[in-house]
């Protein structure tokens, strides 16, 4: 239990300060330089921002079905066939149509409770997309009391992040963002919100972390904070101690469904673009580039005669995306874009969101040991999803596939044999994987069979002829990683690294 484990953490620490004092009873050691203490009260700041920090209340309706107490469908046995007009039909149908007998059950309403923020005097509120999301009715709550009813201007769902508008009889308090470029880990952080329900509640704590990827989105850029951050915290703001906000509380990591210290809030600096194009379009206007990235590994490095892990590796470009006709090929590794570096792969996807449509960028790549600056006309990104296109099967003549040994992988050039068995596109052209042997480094950079060979060390290849070729050239220049582009049967390419021995 918490409170044990905080008992034993204490008595530890007594132990640990006893054992200090018998070790040099004669000797005071002054404590080391520390950086100015806390602030001694955040009672002034708290009452100068809590005004425009609000509670949001939705509704929405649900169907209802015969459920149990425990609101899971309950099994029933099959109503019994009646004759036509018997007696017994009215009472059998409301029994097994209906369980309780009070009549057909009817719709009912849930409700949900979030937080939000006030950037605009004339009604303007920044929440979390899921506190309202599927929200038939939205009520915001304020701190004096008033509730004023909400339409909503825009949400984009990869951020998370909605935009409301209500409609006061005066000026509502409002606040502003900071840069949250500027936060440094360590730095003092306080979030104000309605946990559990519990309206304008106050936590302190510090900026525990930056750029935390949790996995929730392609945009994911967080600030991890300690202070206590609670369901019903959702779209609340974070605030630095000049009273901007920094980030919107949107997620912790929690066992037990309550804060233990790791919260997630998305940065202003993330936010702000997208917020604006909300309040002004109603929607979000991304940039696109028209590529398909992955993260260099050390391994990928290596072989590209890199010094470090760094960038952005192109693994395939659309043929309808700005990144084509710019010269921007598979096989190439973003370093910067806009004038800023791209330090890892998560990098890219945010500095293209942000990047207004139309504009001209310069992006600096390394393409086989040189760098080069292409010129892009970002595009706008498409938000709905495509579907993929069936491949036609085509007539080629069966014939015996020929294997060749190599890397920990058998392969073979494309036959018709091997293109249906491993549903590969009638247009797929390369080598393709027959087998993977186990324990080999094939097998940890998960190649599969079926897997497509299009490349090896930056050349492309046709047949296996062409890969051992190419595998005993980079052998004689001493590179000690060979890097394969691979294909799968849908046509999503990826770059892995081989070791040559």
Same mark, same amino acid.
């Given at each position: ?6 008992? /034993?953490?204490? @008595?530890?620490?007594? *132990?640990?300060? +006893?054992? #200090?004092?018998?070790?040099? =009873?004669?000797? $005071?050691? !002054? ?120 339409? /909503?201007?825009? @949400?984009?769902?990869? *951020?998370?992040? +909605?935009? #409301?508008?209500?409609?006061? =009889?005066?000026? $509502?308090? !409002? ?327």
């Amino acid at each position: 239990m918490p409170i044990q484990l905080n008992t /034993l953490m204490r @008595r530890s620490g007594a *132990v640990a300060i +006893a054992a #200090l004092i018998a070790a040099s =009873p004669a000797t $005071l050691v !002054a404590p080391p330089a520390m950086a100015a203490a806390g602030p001694p009260s955040v009672a002034d700041l708290s009452a100068e921002l809590i005004d425009a920090v609000v509670n949001i209340s939705t509704s929405q309706t649900v169907a209802s079905g015969n459920n149990d107490e425990e609101g899971e469908d309950e099994p029933r046995a099959p109503m019994p066939k009646l004759p036509p007009g018997s007696p017994f039909e009215e009472f059998f149908n409301q029994f097994f149509n209906n369980k309780d007998g009070r009549g057909p059950q009817r719709p009912r309403k849930t409700e949900a409770l979030g937080s939000g923020f006030v950037i605009d005097p004339s009604g303007i509120i920044v929440t979390n997309n899921h506190v309202i999301d599927d929200a038939d009715d939205i009520e915001v709550n304020f701190n004096d009391g008033s509730k004023l009813k909400a339409k /909503l201007l825009g @949400r984009d769902k990869k *951020v998370d992040v +909605a935009v #409301l508008k209500v409609d006061p =009889p005066k000026p $509502l308090k !409002a606040v502003k963002f900071a840069d949250s470029d500027k936060v440094r880990v360590g730095d003092w952080a306080m979030a104000i919100g309605n946990p559990f329900g519990l309206s304008s509640t106050v936590t302190l704590g510090i900026i525990s972390a930056r750029n935390r990827d949790i996995n929730s989105g392609p945009y994911d850029n967080y600030l991890q904070t300690d202070a206590a951050i609670n369901k019903g915290n959702s779209g609340g703001p974070l605030f630095d101690m000049d009273g901007g906000v920094i980030g919107i509380n949107t997620a912790i990591i929690s066992p037990t469904g309550g804060s233990i210290g790791l919260g997630f809030s998305m940065p202003s600096a993330t936010v702000q673009p997208v917020i604006e194009q909300l309040r002004l379009y109603g929607e979000t206007r991304r940039g696109w580039l028209g590529v398909r990235i992955q993260a260099v590994s050390d391994d990928i490095a290596e072989s590209l005669g890199m010094q470090k892990a760094q960038g952005a590796l192109i693994a395939g470009v659309d043929d309808k995306g700005p990144a084509k006709p710019a010269g921007i090929e598979p096989g190439d590794v973003i370093l910067k874009f806009d004038g800023h570096d791209i330090k890892e792969m998560r990098d890219l996807p945010r500095l293209v969101a942000d990047t207004p449509v139309d504009k001209k960028v310069e992006v600096v790549i390394l393409r086989k040991g040189q760098t080069l600056t292409k010129t892009v006309t970002v595009a706008r990104l498409d938000e709905s999803d495509t579907a993929i296109k069936a491949s036609t099967r085509g007539t080629e003549t069966p014939e015996k596939p020929k294997i060749t040994k190599a890397l920990g992988l058998e392969m073979s050039g494309i036959t018709k044999e091997l293109r249906d068995k491993y549903k590969l596109a009638n247009d797929a052209k390369g080598v393709v994987v027959t087998k993977v042997e186990n324990g080999s480094s094939a097998e940890d950079k998960q190649v599969r069979v079926g897997d497509v060979i299009l490349q090896v060390g930056q050349q492309a290849v046709s047949n296996p002829e062409d890969v051992s070729k190419r595998i005993e050239e980079l052998k004689k220049s001493g590179t000690k990683q060979a890097l394969l582009l691979l294909s799968n049967a849908q046509g999503e390419l990826r770059f892995v690294a081989l070791a040559l021995n």
